[in-house]
């Protein structure tokens, strides 16, 4: 079975700083990865996904995050945060169990933007 | 209504209620999921259903019942909860396809509160 890590559960940055969320998985012949975003109270909204091609994938609010089959990581950056990129962000694998696909979540890291 | 809606959004019962979770897509996916989102916990897989066919079952205590009469729609039933059941339920739909990566799409949660 696959599974996700996500190295740091808690990234605090100042507000126009660049950031990097770390994601690695475990490895499998062919992978679908995605980045996930929870803000407060809210479920959670897909922010990019690798399926094939380029390993570099631009997603929304100005993110993205490069596919590193070598390294089996999947890591989301931005170049310059803003207050509203306060949220709990989740890595996740798309993997097939008992005949269905499904997906498998990181333990999410909580990105706090400071002024 | 557009995408995933979770009804209520909030609940309070006690330990003795018997009570129960909406959820309905407008995705026309075919693919459902019941998970549970606690405090400094991961998000935790509780079912699926699969063209409306349950395939998963993570070991969830008897006291969740999920029930889903369609591909739109998906409920979960509870009764007799305890206080540590207390948290945030989020519904998921995708569309399954052979061979192919799963893309979930969230409803906003039910914050459950069991007293």
């Known amino acids: 079975a696959q599974s996700v890590t996500q190295l740091d559960s808690q990234v605090p940055v100042f507000e126009e700083a660049p950031v990097e969320l770390r994601c690695n998985y475990s490895s499998s012949v062919s992978v679908y990865l995605f980045w996930y975003v929870q803000y407060p109270n809210q479920g959670l909204q897909l922010l990019l996904k690798y399926l094939s091609g380029s390993t570099l994938v631009k997603g929304i609010n100005g993110f993205e995050a490069e596919f590193n089959k070598s390294q089996t990581s999947f890591h989301l950056r931005k170049p310059s945060v803003h207050i509203s990129d306060t949220a709990e962000y989740f890595c996740a694998v798309s993997e097939i169990s008992q005949g269905a696909q499904k997906l498998v979540f990181g333990q999410g890291t909580r990105l706090t933007i400071n002024p | 209504e557009t995408g995933v809606t979770q009804t209520p959004r909030h609940l309070v019962m006690g330990m003795t209620n018997k009570k129960s979770l909406k959820c309905e897509q407008h995705?026309?996916?075919?693919?459902m999921y019941w998970y549970k989102q606690s405090a400094k916990k991961p998000l935790e897989l509780m079912f699926v259903y699969n063209f409306k066919e349950q395939t998963e079952n993570n070991s969830v205590p008897s006291r969740f019942s999920p029930e889903c009469p369609n591909s739109s729609h998906l409920f979960l039933h509870l009764h007799t909860l305890q206080p540590e059941d207390s948290a945030l339920y989020l519904c998921?739909?995708?569309?399954?396809?052979?061979?192919?990566?799963?893309?979930?799409?969230f409803g906003p949660g039910t914050r459950l509160t069991v007293l």
């Open positions: 998921a739909s995708s569309f399954q396809r052979e061979k192919s990566y799963n893309e979930q799409f």
């Open positions: 995705l026309g996916h075919n693919a």
